[in-house]
């Protein structure tokens, strides 16, 4: 089975996130790593992998050069070989440029099943995948929650359970299709160090948008769809009162709470 | 004045308080006209009249046993029958995990710009719609407009309070006809189980929101009790979730619910930054912990240090002798 997994570079989130003087998301001066929710997709295809003999598992990533972090982490996690897109007009791009040139980049390769995570942990709009799979003319199955493949050949088909608000339903899609994974699906593995060492002779292919004949002004700041007027840091909330518990603290947090007219 | 569609979320004609406020908001940008799709709309109308809708279209409920695309293409259809993209002002969705791939593809189709999660959408300044939405964990605002085509726009619950029009009618319901795709009926919902219903307030609706989280070893019952002298909801932080002490429907942060009620109280939950990203934005936040270091108690408006399951129910009893 071929399997493409999208993954992107993330700021970290338990660093401090900011914004870069144009309104997009700071990516230079801040220390980045694959985005926690795409570990689950990682993991979520080496199972599929492992359970279909003479599988391939192909992770794709556009961003700055740094983005090549997060296409090395899932090589040492045990993917086979990445795809990195790269190039300076890409800089702020939206979702749809971004769906754009991910869909051109998984159309130079063979794929079955390409499997994405819920949402990026930085802009975390959560709509790439349904886009990706727009471009690609996929059927899109999203917020898997767990997946099975059954049957192969031209019959095989992906089956999905996700859990909603008000019902769990189970979904089904003919192959190829798109699906993207919740952080419920699996516990993605550390790299081992046979992962680390086997993973720096692993293929990477770097793109850029004239290599997939995207045009520079199809991408990037200057084609979004959207433009932001302006970033407010919140002030950090002030800090408020803190009592210890003696004896008396359920009556003093509904005091509280009187007095604020919350009861 | 131009249209604002708004697609209405529901239950067989049960319309969820998030419909209102989407109703709202539109009425700034133009006529709110709501999209109904699925059984009910009798059931719904007053509702819709109530806050400001002055125009309905209907689709089929075939379109439900289908995801995202059906909706998409569903919304696509209405948009043509209503006069095309130019004839309206915009597009709002509730801002769910599909209200936000199915305005994805719908501005995809119409060639127009997306804002989603937006907690605040307004006229801009020259025409078209401003929006406001929060960013990196609530630490950021970010004002936002759609430059290209017609605006959609998903938007969060408890952005606005809902404002009922009075002498609002029930307007004539227009029923629009949608030829679903191959790609669209692609993906078959197989089998839909309903769960069982708490009884409690809607998480991302409710105005009060109690959670519970590693504190509480597994033993939810003072924080429901809590919840439940108050009228509140129950959330649970990621800790709680993934050791299978509370449903994952529950769980409050950046990849569970993202809520912003009156008042938060947070139990026995230290405050990580992933559970920040979903109740950073509440009015107030109470926070219980042993820990006096834990971070929760940087945000909390007000805090206790002790054990939950002392103060918890005092706090219950409390309550109840004040609502007398």
Redesign the interface.
């Known amino acids: 089975m071929k399997i493409v997994v999208c993954v992107k570079h993330v700021p970290d989130a338990q660093g401090d996130r900011r914004f870069a003087g144009d309104g997009t998301v700071d990516r230079a001066g801040v220390d980045g790593l694959l985005s926690e929710l795409d570990e689950y997709a990682v993991e979520e295809a080496l199972k599929l992998s492992e359970a279909n003999d003479g599988s391939t598992v192909t992770v794709v990533t556009v961003g700055p050069d740094g983005a090549s972090d997060a296409v090395r982490k899932s090589l040492q996690m045990g993917a086979d070989a990445g795809v990195h897109v790269v190039d300076d007009a890409l800089h702020g791009s939206d979702a749809f440029a971004t769906s754009l040139v991910l869909a051109k980049a998984i159309a130079t390769l063979e794929y079955d099943v390409v499997i994405t995570g819920m949402a990026s942990t930085d802009a975390g709009m959560s709509v790439v995948p349904a886009l990706v799979a727009d471009r690609l003319g996929l059927p899109q199955v999203t917020f898997a929650g767990s997946l099975s493949i059954e049957g192969d050949g031209p019959g095989a088909k992906v089956v999905i359970e996700r859990d909603g608000d008000a019902f769990t339903e189970v979904v089904e899609a003919a192959l190829p299709a798109l699906v993207s994974v919740t952080d419920q699906i699996n516990e993605p593995r550390y790299p081992s160090f046979k992962g680390i060492m086997a993973a720096k002779k692993k293929p990477v292919t770097t793109l850029s948008l004239a290599d997939l004949g995207v045009s520079a002004d199809e991408v990037g700041l200057g084609a979004a769809w959207t433009s932001v007027a302006g970033v407010t840091q919140r002030p950090p909330r002030a800090a408020g009162t803190v009592v210890t518990d003696e004896g008396d603290g359920g009556a003093k947090l509904v005091e509280f709470l009187a007095g604020a007219k919350l009861v | 004045m131009a249209q604002v569609l708004v697609l209405v979320d529901h239950?067989d004609g049960a319309v969820r308080k998030t419909t209102s406020e989407l109703l709202t908001l539109a009425a700034r940008l133009g006529e709110p006209a709501a999209v109904f799709v699925g059984n009910g709309y009798e059931n719904a109308a007053g509702a819709l009249a109530e806050f400001g809708a002055t125009a309905v279209y209907t689709v089929d409920a075939s379109v439900n046993d289908y995801?995202?695309?059906a909706k998409a293409e569903a919304l696509a259809a209405v948009v043509e029958a209503a006069g095309g993209a130019s004839a309206l002002a915009a597009v709002l969705i509730p801002s769910?995990?599909e209200g936000?791939?199915v305005?994805?593809?719908l501005?995809?189709k119409l060639?127009?710009?997306?804002?989603?999660?937006a907690i605040d959408v307004r006229a801009g300044e020259g025409g078209g719609v401003?929006t406001t939405q929060a960013?990196?964990?609530?630490?950021?605002?970010?004002?936002?407009?759609?430059?290209?085509?017609l605006p959609v726009v998903t938007v969060k619950p408890n952005a606005v309070e809902p404002q009922p029009v009075a002498g609002g009618s029930v307007p004539e319901a227009t029923a629009v006809a949608v030829e679903l795709s191959d790609?669209a009926k692609?993906?078959?919902?197989?089998?839909?189980?309903?769960?069982a219903k708490s009884g409690r307030p809607?998480l991302t609706e409710a105005a009060?929101v109690v959670s519970g989280g590693r504190g509480t070893n597994g033993d939810f019952s003072k924080v429901e009790a809590f919840a439940d002298s108050?009228g509140a909801a129950v959330g649970a932080s990621r800790a709680a979730v993934d050791s299978g002490w509370y449903p994952?429907?529950n769980q409050v942060g950046?990849?569970g619910k993202q809520v912003s009620p009156?008042?938060y109280v947070a139990c026995g939950i230290s405050g990580a930054?992933?559970h920040r990203?979903g109740m950073?934005t509440s009015k107030?936040?109470?926070a219980?912990n042993k820990d006096?270091e834990a971070p929760i108690?940087?945000?909390?408006?007000?805090?206790?240090?002790?054990?939950l399951f002392?103060?918890?129910?005092?706090?219950?009893?409390?309550?109840t002798k004040?609502?007398g």
């Open positions: 239950v995801l995202v695309l769910s995990a936000k791939e305005a994805a593809r501005a995809l060639d127009s710009g997306l804002i989603t999660d401003a960013a990196f964990a609530g630490g950021f605002a970010v004002d936002a407009t759609v430059t290209k085509g790609l692609a993906v078959r919902v197989v089998e839909r189980k309903a769960k809607d009060i108050l994952h429907s950046q990849t009156q008042l930054i992933q990203a950073q107030t936040i109470v219980i006096p108690f940087e945000l909390a408006d007000f805090g206790v240090v002790g054990d002392a103060v918890l129910p005092q706090a219950t009893d409390e309550v004040r609502k």
